[in-house]
């Protein structure tokens, strides 16, 4: 069952969620540096080190110095990484399809209500978690 309801083989342990993510953030923000990506994560820099040493042993990611300050790695999705993020992407839409296709219309119209407010939940809150992280700054 958790093969399918991931939907690739590159996320289907736990320890690979990790990766997925990084993956899907840099593809949003093309470009970061390693703390950014640490802070977006909400993970520690070292642990983000660990995923993306792990992602450019794919070939998915390259790490590059900052022109503007050489102490500045700076992280983005090699094509290979791009296409990645893209294969897991359909992967997942099309495991979320077969998901909800035991569902009546009725049914699917009350789950993706359900989604649509634990989502919004979880939007607040880290939204206030991000304000009680600044105002501690």
Do not use: W
Not at 11 to 21: A, H, L, M, S, V
């Amino acid at each position: 069952i958790g093969v399918r309801l991931v939907g690739s083989e590159m996320c289907i342990r736990d320890r690979f969620k990790g990766q997925c993510r990084c993956l899907f953030v840099l593809e949003a923000v093309e470009t970061s540096s390693q703390r950014e990506l640490a802070d977006i994560l909400h993970i520690r820099p070292a642990s983000v080190s660990e995923i993306l040493l792990k992602l450019e042993q794919k070939g998915f990611v390259r790490r590059t110095a900052s022109g503007k300050d050489k102490r500045i790695i700076l992280v983005s999705l090699t094509e290979a990484g791009k296409e990645q993020a893209v294969k897991i992407r359909k992967d997942r839409a099309k495991a979320h399809r077969e998901m909800v296709s035991v569902l009546s219309p009725e049914e699917k119209e009350a789950f993706y209500r359900a989604l649509e407010k634990i989502k919004d939940y979880y939007i607040t809150e880290e939204e206030r978690n991000d304000t009680e992280h600044e105002s501690h700054r």
